[in-house]
């Protein structure tokens, strides 16, 4: 089974409106975190933002909020007032388990973002 | 700002030639990852070390090797290229702290021919 799910290749945005790109993930583990990357057509991973398992309040980082819903495993990304520059490729990841500092990240299949003017 | 560094950003190889992608962090992190993107497959764990000397397969192993001799310096061999080896390389690094990010390199685009 897919760890994680990202079931938009692409979505498009008018500049200056909100999105929400989705993200639901698949674990067994108590204790695990939630990560959002954005690679820009230049190829760079720009992390954005992390959500740990036992977090009360959604995490939030400038224009990017992540919308956390435990009991559906959803981490959904929000991104308020689109710019253009937020075009870009979006990934969904998750590090899981006891001593999750030595597990890898597993990432799921990605959306591409395109903000029109 | 040097983190993350990968030796090249551009590789062509030939089908049979054994390949080195070298990587380099600056940032005494812990562990050292090398993922490989596709289109539509996001990015598939090959191999990643949380110790000198320590390496552990990821999802997608086949067909490669690591070798971490030294705490900031994490190697991805491919031992025989083949054509479904051409691909974006990454690899990243990250502290023993769970709840931080992964660092990225700027990747290597293989070509094998």
């Known amino acids: 089974a897919q760890k994680i799910t990202q079931t938009q290749p692409g979505m498009f945005v008018q500049e200056k409106e909100a999105v929400t790109l989705d993200c639901t993930y698949d674990t067994s583990d108590q204790s695990y975190g939630l990560f959002w990357y954005k690679q820009p057509s230049s190829g760079e991973m720009i992390f954005l933002i992390y959500?740990?398992?036992?977090?009360?309040q959604n995490a939030t980082e400038g224009r990017y909020s992540l919308n956390f819903q435990k009991a559906r495993k959803s981490a959904n990304l929000v991104i308020s007032a689109s710019q253009l520059g937020d075009s870009a490729m979006y990934f969904c990841?998750?590090?899981?388990?006891?001593?999750?500092?030595?597990?890898?990240?597993?990432f799921g299949s990605g959306t591409r973002l395109q903000v029109q003017p | 700002d040097v983190k993350v560094t990968q030796s090249s950003r551009y590789l062509v190889k030939r089908t049979g030639e054994k390949v080195f992608l070298e990587c380099v962090q600056d940032?005494?992190?812990?562990?050292m990852f090398w993922y490989r993107q596709d289109p539509g497959l996001g990015l598939r764990l090959i191999y990643f070390s949380y110790d000198v000397k320590m390496k552990e397969k990821g999802d997608i192993p086949e067909g490669y090797s690591v070798s971490r001799e030294k705490k900031e310096r994490f190697s991805l061999i491919l031992e025989s290229a083949s054509t479904n080896q051409t691909s974006m390389y990454l690899c990243a690094s990250s502290p023993l702290d769970s709840r931080k990010s992964v660092d990225f390199g700027p990747g290597t685009r293989l070509l094998v021919l």
């Open positions: 990841a998750m590090r899981e388990g006891l001593r999750a500092g030595r597990r890898a990240l597993t």
């Open positions: 940032m005494d992190h812990e562990n």
């Open positions: 959500q740990g398992s036992y977090d009360e």
